[in-house]
């Protein structure tokens, strides 16, 4: 029988902060830890984050390594998920192509293929 595919993304649990379907770790965390989130906030597998992204696997752990990426959070055993109000966050701070520091973009922006 063929193994039915997961969506890829989590519901939380809006009263404990952990996904539907057991603990985020191996402890729970305390009321003081638990950091409000909306109710309807999701976990999203690496696929789903490298999809809404477009970024590779690769990139997305370079970033997470360099602190310019939201943090992943375990849960399971071998099995991580961003959150994805965090990951749409992240997206909605990216600067916009052909607006930085508030000038139009020139054709001198663009990079071209020639020499490669």
Known sequence: MAKPKSSGTF??????????????????????????RPDDDELWSLRTVAQKT??????????AARG??????RIG???VAWLGSEVRAWMEGRP???RQCGRPSTSSDRRTDQGR
């Open 54 to 63: 477009g970024l590779s696997r690769a990139s997305i752990y370079r970033y």
């Open 11 to 36: 519901r939380l649990d809006p009263v404990l902060g952990a996904s539907q379907g057991g603990e985020t770790d191996r402890t729970r965390a305390t009321p003081s830890e638990v950091r409000p």
């Open 77 to 79: 055993p071998g099995r």
């Open 96 to 98: 916009l192509l052909g």
């Open 68 to 73: 310019l990426f939201p943090a992943r959070r």
